[in-house]
């Protein structure tokens, strides 16, 4: 028997990718094997709505060094029934056990008097299953198990590790490995290892996650109150108890995820970009775009546009460290950073140089993010996360659930907007996005990593609308990242001359040979005439011979090609 040997993550040459068309269906994710699971859903019948819940549920098996059981969720979707856009914010809150004089008072905060980033404390309650179960009950044609039975079948009988996912699922356990002072994450161990050596899996080996698995079916069959409510939310009590956390059954049991109305900009020549208000951060992005509206882009070379573009980002973030938290612990009123009279007052602060704007360190963390669509109409934008790889480090014995470390973004200063309470929703980085036209969707788009979200939006955005680009072009453009003061990186393709060119202006430059620091993304656009009942994907054929309605979809613009369609 011959064995081939070979570094998976050496690829000698560049690969190129052409966006992807469809009539009847199209699933738009960050591996193929939840791709799949979405598929399926369409094919027993479903829609796009359940094909987001199938391909999520999987999603937090295939990569669960992004996301898990334990994350939140957030989500923008065209409802074809009920013909309008609505979102959903399922990101949950701190427990109502948790204040800032009990972190320190319990030795809890960081040398620094800072929320710690692992452990029990900065666990807030998990929004995803319940996410699942609201979009399935709202506009789903399956039932909850329905959906969630692919991701049972990978947990309980395997699928092939890439080698992404290899890698990143290594760098976790060595991070946990320096931070397993007293055995606290045996438990992740005993989960996400192997062997007396607690392995992680090699690109190729098969994974089987028995109680995840276990959790999910059982998700399933209680539409997502055993979560809340149940033996699920019981075990979860209990281990925060013997540990020291926080988070109770009681908090559980009183959550539930909220329907919002999506914000929207209205940018230019009858786009509008769509995000999730606060305590989310997509209201960063819809911010430096209405900065950035104020300049004649198309017209104006790529070294000034991107110049321009940095900048705004930087004076989005300034103000949005200081204002978004939880809706309901404020009284400022978001809708005035998407007046007209707020984009021209910051675009005049914008000049020929870079200026520091504020002394914030935004932090890295990964996401999850998937688009749906199909030939009904419904397009569906859905993102999870466990913020900062696999989490908090925590899992609940015996279920699977990891469990995510959003709490770690509070602050623990009273005198701070997001400063810790009960009851309390953190700043949020995770944002789901959505294009339309002229009062009509046009389709979802999302960019993973924290801060990096919002940059990646803007950019992405302004590549389908400025400058014409499809759905594959707009994702794979080199994109820049910026992380503090004046410093931003790029990628190694990225234009050296503009980037020398942003030097000069002041941007200290730096080039990262690390793609996922400029975020992953998916996207899916509208092609072709609209009636305004049919878009792309899903059931039955979408139309028929030449000049029919399709759908274009574009995929993960550093790694693999993962998408699905009919």
Sequence with gaps: MTTVHFDPLAQRYPSQRYPIYANRAMVNCSEPQASAAGLQAILKGGNAFDAAVAAAAALTVVEPTSNGLGSDAFCIAWSAREQRLIG??????????????????????????????????????????????????????????DDLAPAVDYARNGYAANPNLAYWWKRSADAYRRENVGGRFDDWFSTFTRGDDRRTPRAGDVVTLPDHADSLAEIGATNARSFYEGDLARAIDAASRASGGYLRYDDLAAYAPRWVDPMRLDYRDGWQVCEIPPNGQGIVALMALNILRNFDIAGTDRALTYHRQIEAIKLAFAD?????????????????????????????????????????????SGTVYLCCADCEGNMVSYIQSNYMGFGSGIVVPGTGIAVQNRGADFALDPSLANALKPGKRTYHTIIPGFLMRDGRPVGPFGVMGAYMQPQGHVQVAMNAIDFGMDPQQALDAPRWRWDRGNATRVETRFDAAIARELARRGHEMSMSLETADFGRGQMIMRVGDWDGTADRAAGDAAGSGWGGRSLVGGTESRTDSNIACL
């Design 320 to 364: 949005a460290f200081d204002v978004v938290t939880d809706p309901d612990d404020t009284s400022v009123d978001y809708a005035r950073y998407l007046a007209p009279e707020y984009g021209e007052e910051k675009a005049r602060l914008i000049g020929e140089t870079a200026q520091v704007r504020t002394t914030r360190t935004p932090s890295t």
């Design 88 to 145: 959903l914010n399922s990101s949950g809150p701190a427990p109502q056990g948790i204040s800032i004089d009990r972190v320190f008072a319990d030795g809890n905060a960081t040398a620094g008097g800072r929320m710690p980033r692992f452990g029990w404390t900065p666990v807030t309650v998990p929004g995803a299953p319940a996410a699942w179960a609201a979009l399935n009950a709202r506009n789903g044609r399956l039932t909850l198990s």
